[in-house]
């Protein structure tokens, strides 16, 4: 059973305003009706927390809540205007994409409230490493919201792939959508890999860089360590080296991580909190 006392203890970040958990795969963020979520958990623990965005039940990995309204607002508002850098790795069951692409598929919300692409499959184009479907292809008898993925291939051992994948909007199931419909769905996601034994989806919040206007614009810049059983359907003996060499491949772990300048293009202080130097920034 899930401890929210362990869960908090092992916090990736926490000052005055923000606070950063390396959340489970399994339990959601908030808005559960009939089970518990992390805003209950910490409400259950006399804690008052406000989710600046979230991830899947089913994702594990960083999710960044505001400790004050008066600090929700401006870290909501750096998801809106797209400001924060995240990037998450996911594994497929197939090989065969290109080093790098992007995904520029339309989503809508179909029966059930599931979210789909908002076109059909046999029309969607793919072309230069890119996937996109034509203007005229898309549905106009639902509302469409544009959306946007970028994804790195990082490692395959012929089975199955790693990707580092850059969610450039933030929809709901977007990442896991956008590669099911181009034929390459997540190892254990219920959605799309229904014949899984895999234990839990293979989608993980990696890393995570946003503005600290209470730290004088400071950039905090985060990674959350996969837990085991993000590795335990594949072939990856050693995550830790596999991580670093990931981290050298996309020029992470240093102030160019993505998301080292400020709003207006100019550079700005990085906090560097990585799981093993949590403890740099202390609580306030």
């Known amino acids: 059973m899930l401890d929210w006392q362990n869960l908090r203890a092992d916090a990736l970040y926490e000052d005055e305003a923000a606070l950063v958990l390396n959340k489970p795969a399994g339990i959601a963020v908030t808005g559960e009706r009939h089970e518990t979520d992390l805003v209950r958990m910490a409400a259950d623990a006399g804690e008052t927390l406000y989710p600046a965005h979230r991830i899947d039940k089913v994702t594990s990995g960083a999710v960044l809540f505001a400790k004050t309204l008066a600090h929700h607002g401006d870290l909501t508002r750096q998801f809106n205007r797209r400001t924060v850098a995240k990037t998450y790795l996911a594994i497929t069951r197939s090989t065969g994409l290109p080093d790098r692409g992007t995904i520029e598929l339309p989503l809508s919300v179909g029966r059930k409230n599931r979210v789909r692409v908002a076109a059909e499959r046999a029309?969607?184009?793919?072309?230069?490493?890119?996937?996109?479907?034509?203007?005229?292809?898309?549905?106009?008898?639902?509302?469409?919201?544009?959306?946007?993925?970028?994804?790195?291939?990082v490692w395959t051992d012929g089975t199955h792939t790693l990707l580092a994948v850059r969610p450039i909007t933030g929809?709901?199931?977007?990442?896991?959508?956008?590669?099911?419909?181009?034929?390459y769905e997540l190892v254990g996601d219920p959605l799309f890999d229904r014949a899984t034994t895999a234990p839990r989806t293979l989608l993980h919040a990696w890393r995570l860089g946003f503005d600290a206007a209470w730290l004088a614009?400071?950039?905090?810049?985060?990674?959350?360590t996969p837990p085991g059983d993000f590795w335990s359907a594949t072939g990856v003996n050693n995550p830790e080296t596999l991580l670093r060499q990931v981290e050298t491949l996309l020029g992470f772990g240093s102030a160019v991580d993505g998301a080292g300048e400020g709003r207006s293009g100019q550079p700005v202080d990085t906090l560097l909190v990585e799981p093993h130097d949590r403890g740099a920034v202390p609580p306030r």
């Open 171 to 183: 929809r709901r199931h977007q990442i896991r959508v956008h590669l099911a419909w181009i034929g």
């Open 123 to 153: 029309g969607i184009v793919a072309a230069d490493d890119r996937w996109t479907v034509p203007a005229d292809a898309v549905f106009t008898h639902v509302p469409t919201y544009p959306s946007t993925t970028e994804f790195t291939t």
């Open 217 to 224: 614009g400071s950039r905090i810049v985060l990674a959350a």
